[in-house]
């Protein structure tokens, strides 16, 4: 096996919420490169579709929220992909909902699911990270950027606003061991992430029409123009960026 700083070197990749939108515009990203890509959901169909027509695209049926996911993850991507060279942080969920309407359960599953997960799943994943002088890829949110506010979604906004300082601070924690930490953070993408956080398709719709006349680029992202940027953020052409999000989000942060 090359190194990570090696452009033909092909790696080991986990994705995890690769069954769908960002994750599995990424995932097809990463085996259009060459890479082994271990997708992980807690839906087989899904990850299965993602899979299907990329014979490098690994399914595994998981619960990042579950203690046993971070052991059955690592484990995986080391007995089928040989080791494990990036890790995407990608799964999340999302409630809508002001504090007067938030409730315990989907308190717990958005910090369990967007923060504890990725905590955990990086913990374990350090020793083969080190060993491939890896890179570990954040998926926060444009709107929970520095001083933004994300009302309605102040949960979910916080869960990614922590995630953006774990970049930060794995950053600086890890660089001695060669592991290299970024975040990226997509603004308005359709993925039809609302449908599945409770919105009925016809309220998408207006979501996304509404906020795309504050979009400067006039128009909703794809999920593959983030999936790029998190393939080119892995890329050895990248490997002076670290502990940064970046943001790829049409210019609606800005405005
Ligand atoms: N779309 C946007 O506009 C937007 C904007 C800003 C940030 N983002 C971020 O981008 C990332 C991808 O979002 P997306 O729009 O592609 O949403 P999505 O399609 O809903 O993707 C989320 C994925 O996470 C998986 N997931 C959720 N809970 C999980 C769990 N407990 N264990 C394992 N997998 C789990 C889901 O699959 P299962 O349900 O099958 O497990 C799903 O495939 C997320 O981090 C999101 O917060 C999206």
């Given at each position: 096996m090359g190194t990570s700083s090696d452009r033909t070197h092909t790696r080991a990749v986990v994705v995890t919420?690769?069954?769908?939108g960002i994750g599995r515009a990424a995932a097809r990203a990463f085996a259009e490169r060459g890479d082994r890509v271990l997708v992980v959901g807690r839906s087989e169909p899904t990850l299965m579709e993602t899979a299907v027509a990329h014979p490098l695209i690994l399914p595994l049926v998981a619960?990042?929220?579950?203690?046993s996911a971070p052991e059955a993850i690592v484990s995986a991507a080391l007995e089928?992909?040989?080791?494990?060279?990036v890790l995407v942080n990608n799964a999340a969920t999302a409630s809508f909902a002001d504090l007067r309407g938030v409730d315990h359960e989907s308190v717990r599953a958005q910090v369990e699911t967007n923060l504890v997960g990725p905590i955990l799943l990086t913990q374990k994943a350090l020793k083969a990270l080190e060993t491939a002088r890896g890179v570990v890829v954040n998926v926060g949110s444009a709107g929970a950027l520095g001083l933004r506010s994300l009302a309605g979604n102040a949960v979910y906004g916080a869960t990614k606003a922590a995630l953006d300082h774990l970049t930060r601070t794995w950053a600086v924690e890890l660089a001695d061991k060669g592991i290299r930490v970024v975040g990226i953070a997509p603004g308005?993408?359709?993925?039809?992430v609302g449908v599945r956080a409770g919105m009925t398709r016809e309220a998408y719709g207006g979501f996304l029409a509404e906020m795309t006349k504050r979009i400067p680029s006039g128009r909703v992202g794809g999920p593959e123009e983030v999936g790029d940027w998190i393939v080119r953020l892995t890329e050895p052409e990248a490997?002076?960026?670290?502990?940064t999000v970046v943001t790829v989000d049409g210019g609606l942060s800005v405005t």
């Amino acid at each position: 096996m090359g190194t990570s700083s090696d452009r033909t070197h092909t790696r080991a990749v986990v994705v995890t919420g690769g069954g769908t939108g960002i994750g599995r515009a990424a995932a097809r990203a990463f085996a259009e490169r060459g890479d082994r890509v271990l997708v992980v959901g807690r839906s087989e169909p899904t990850l299965m579709e993602t899979a299907v027509a990329h014979p490098l695209i690994l399914p595994l049926v998981a619960d990042v929220r579950e203690p046993s996911a971070p052991e059955a993850i690592v484990s995986a991507a080391l007995e089928h992909l040989g080791g494990l060279d990036v890790l995407v942080n990608n799964a999340a969920t999302a409630s809508f909902a002001d504090l007067r309407g938030v409730d315990h359960e989907s308190v717990r599953a958005q910090v369990e699911t967007n923060l504890v997960g990725p905590i955990l799943l990086t913990q374990k994943a350090l020793k083969a990270l080190e060993t491939a002088r890896g890179v570990v890829v954040n998926v926060g949110s444009a709107g929970a950027l520095g001083l933004r506010s994300l009302a309605g979604n102040a949960v979910y906004g916080a869960t990614k606003a922590a995630l953006d300082h774990l970049t930060r601070t794995w950053a600086v924690e890890l660089a001695d061991k060669g592991i290299r930490v970024v975040g990226i953070a997509p603004g308005l993408i359709d993925t039809g992430v609302g449908v599945r956080a409770g919105m009925t398709r016809e309220a998408y719709g207006g979501f996304l029409a509404e906020m795309t006349k504050r979009i400067p680029s006039g128009r909703v992202g794809g999920p593959e123009e983030v999936g790029d940027w998190i393939v080119r953020l892995t890329e050895p052409e990248a490997s002076y960026v670290n502990g940064t999000v970046v943001t790829v989000d049409g210019g609606l942060s800005v405005t």
